[in-house]
């Protein structure tokens, strides 16, 4: 294959960027830069920017709002996104429930809920994971009773991600306990205002509340709300975790923390010139754009190998490496601040907003509460292990 751009793509490249930085307001850009995104409005107003000019969702199909686009289009619009400092999208509704409604939901669900999810109108969140089915998800116990024209659902759901701003819930429910357990799964969308739903924020190590755990108590839900049939939610939720997992490397996204790094770097003073200087940070900074470019030219190769719409299981080695670069990434910054990323103040929001009143730079503070919420990425997404596996049987045939 050539890794290089087409003059065609260098074009659609050019005019992704012109848009991204002229239309997505500046001040929404800076704090996304900084880590300091103000949710939800941040993301609502994005959002609804680049779904007027209908560029939002690009991947779901055509006739719900995507684009018909290549997969090396796809790959350029993520990059870009990443490299203006375009706030990420709501991953629930542009990359999850919104394909899963296009795909296995019905018209009136198309038509009731596909608008309103592509724009953000409506903030849906994620109902997987229970306390005691994470990696092993097929093993959830919330049951819906089907009675008369509703289920009736009870249980509890964890780790729901920026639950606190969500007005529904998509769910994974058992519906039939009798079957092998990921026979009896079925998929329902919930609004959260239904009588029976508590939400309680979970405190992260970061200090922040950006999960939550929702608990369900005889709540009814109208049986048109079942997406799909019932009994067929684990190929729904296959179906979805592999939209999940597209773009997951966020390369782009780690280009822009090293050059940060750099910039950094080069303004802190040291007897020997700038910290750019010390070998020990330099030497780690070529050795992770080494890295990066490794697994830039190996997304490149997944990216022109899924041409035929199939989905590339060599994704998992982008899954893989791509969360360890983040991690990397984000250690370098906090070794960069020094002791100045030690002062930390406490936080009540999704992102790491909070800074103390001492003489150290906000900066500097939030390095630490970000690298300590990035040991999630090499969980969410299908953890390490998991993806080891796949590589194991599905890449190298072991």
């Given at each position: 294959?050539?890794?290089?751009?087409?003059?065609?793509?260098?074009?659609?490249?050019?005019?992704?960027?012109e848009?991204?930085?002229?239309?997505?307001?500046?001040?929404?850009?800076?704090?996304?830069?900084?880590?300091?995104?103000?949710?939800?409005?941040?993301i609502v107003?994005?959002?609804?920017i680049?779904n007027?000019?209908?560029?939002?969702?690009?991947?779901?199909?055509?006739?719900?709002?995507?684009?018909?686009?290549?997969p090396?289009?796809?790959?350029?619009?993520?990059?870009?996104?990443?490299?203006?400092f375009?706030?990420?999208l709501?991953?629930?509704?542009?990359?999850?429930?919104?394909?899963v409604?296009?795909?296995?939901?019905?018209?009136?669900?198309?038509?009731?809920?596909?608008?309103?999810?592509?724009?953000?109108?409506?903030?849906w969140?994620?109902?997987?994971?229970?306390?005691?089915a994470?990696?092993?998800?097929?093993?959830l116990?919330t049951?819906?009773?089907?009675?008369?024209?509703h289920?009736v659902?009870?249980?509890?759901k964890t780790?729901?991600?920026?639950?606190?701003?969500?007005?529904?819930i998509?769910?994974?429910?058992?519906?039939?306990?009798?079957?092998?357990?990921?026979?009896?799964?079925?998929?329902?969308?919930?609004?959260?205002?239904?009588?029976?739903i508590?939400?309680?924020p979970i405190?992260?190590?970061?200090?922040?509340?950006?999960?939550?755990?929702?608990?369900?108590?005889?709540?009814?839900?109208?049986?048109e709300?079942?997406?799909g049939?019932?009994?067929?939610?684990?190929?729904?939720?296959?179906?979805?975790?592999?939209n999940?997992?597209?773009?997951?490397?966020?390369?782009?996204y780690?280009?822009?923390?090293?050059?940060?790094?750099?910039?950094?770097?080069?303004?802190?003073?040291?007897?020997?010139?700038?910290?750019?200087?010390?070998?020990?940070i330099?030497s780690?900074l070529?050795?992770?754009e080494n890295?990066?470019?490794?697994?830039?030219?190996?997304?490149?190769?997944v990216?022109?190998?899924?041409?035929?719409?199939?989905?590339?299981?060599?994704?998992?080695l982008?899954?893989?490496?791509?969360?360890?670069?983040?991690?990397?990434?984000?250690?370098?910054?906090?070794?960069?601040?020094?002791?100045?990323?030690?002062?930390?103040?406490?936080?009540?929001?999704?992102?790491?907003?909070?800074?103390?009143?001492?003489?150290?730079?906000?900066?500097?503070?939030?390095?630490?509460?970000?690298?300590?919420?990035?040991?999630?990425?090499?969980?969410?997404?299908?953890?390490?292990?998991?993806?080891?596996q796949i590589?194991?049987?599905?890449?190298?045939?072991?």
């Open positions: 294959m050539q890794l290089r751009f087409t003059p065609e793509e260098e074009a659609f490249r050019t005019e992704l960027r848009f991204f930085t002229t239309e997505i307001p500046e001040d929404i850009r800076r704090r996304n830069a900084e880590g300091k995104t103000i949710y939800p409005d941040d107003t994005t959002t609804q680049l007027k000019r209908g560029i939002a969702v690009p991947a779901w199909p055509v006739e719900a709002g995507g684009q018909d686009w290549t090396v289009q796809h790959h350029i619009w993520r990059e870009e996104m990443a490299l203006n375009v706030p990420d709501l991953p629930f509704n542009a990359g999850m429930v919104g394909p409604i296009a795909h296995f939901g019905n018209d009136a669900q198309k038509e009731r809920f596909l608008p309103i999810t592509r724009n953000l109108d409506l903030w969140c994620q109902g997987f994971s229970e306390p005691e994470g990696s092993d998800l097929a093993s116990k049951r819906a009773v089907r009675d008369g024209d289920y659902v009870n249980g509890q780790w729901t991600t920026l639950g606190q701003y969500a007005k529904w998509f769910m994974l429910v058992r519906t039939d306990p009798d079957v092998k357990k990921q026979a009896g799964i079925s998929f329902l969308l919930i609004d959260l205002d239904t009588p029976g508590e939400m309680r405190q992260l190590i970061d200090g922040g509340y950006e999960v939550n755990e929702v608990f369900f108590s005889d709540v009814r839900v109208p049986v709300n079942l997406v049939e019932e009994n067929q939610g684990w190929t729904i939720a296959k179906f979805l975790l592999g999940e997992r597209s773009g997951i490397a966020r390369v782009g780690t280009k822009t923390k090293l050059a940060r790094a750099k910039e950094l770097a080069s303004g802190i003073a040291t007897p020997n010139g700038t910290l750019l200087d010390d070998p020990a330099s780690r070529a050795d992770l890295q990066l470019l490794a697994l830039e030219i190996t997304q490149l190769r990216v022109a190998g899924s041409a035929n719409g199939k989905q590339n299981p060599a994704s998992s982008l899954k893989l490496r791509g969360s360890e670069l983040q991690q990397q990434a984000m250690e370098l910054l906090a070794d960069i601040a020094g002791p100045d990323s030690l002062p930390v103040a406490g936080v009540d929001s999704a992102a790491a907003n909070g800074t103390a009143d001492v003489d150290s730079p906000a900066w500097a503070q939030l390095t630490v509460p970000t690298y300590l919420n990035y040991r999630k990425v090499t969980i969410y997404g299908g953890s390490s292990e998991v993806q080891r590589i194991d049987k599905a890449v190298l045939g072991l």
